[in-house]
Nanobody
Framework: QVQLVESGGGLVQPGGSLRLSCTAS????????MRWYRQAPGKGRELVAD???????SYADSMKGRFTISRDNAKNTVSLQIDSLRPEDTAVYYC???????WGQGIQVTVSS
């Protein structure tokens, strides 16, 4: 059974950093392209970053520079590093396996002083 579980979210002050992790079970993450999305309050879900099975990463134009997607195949996880957090980064962040697709349950990130 395919399952994706996000962790690492929470309340962060503006300018801070956060590392989100998505742990996969039921399949080998190394064989699949993975993505991170986010959904801010009152807005639609938007793509943040993508990483191929070969490890090539790409980012939505508005996400370039502060977001870094990576994968640890040994741990079967995909991560999203977010630096210089802004209040507008407040959202529920989801990981997703492209083939399926399969979604995690999402994790809240709140950026506030």
């Amino acid at each position: 059974q395919v399952q994706l579980v996000e962790s690492g979210g929470g309340l962060v002050q503006p300018g801070g950093s956060l590392r989100l992790s998505c742990t996969a079970s039921g399949f080998l993450l190394s064989n699949y392209a993975m993505r991170w999305y986010r959904q801010a309050p009152g807005k639609g879900r938007e793509l943040v970053a993508d990483i191929s099975s070969a490890g090539y990463s790409s980012y939505a134009d508005s996400m370039k520079g502060r977001f870094t997607i990576s994968r640890d195949n040994a741990k079967n996880t995909v991560s999203l590093q977010i630096d210089s957090l802004r209040p507008e980064d407040t959202a529920v962040y989801y990981c997703m396996r492209l083939l399926g697709p399969y979604w995690g349950q999402g994790i809240q990130v709140t950026v506030s002083s």
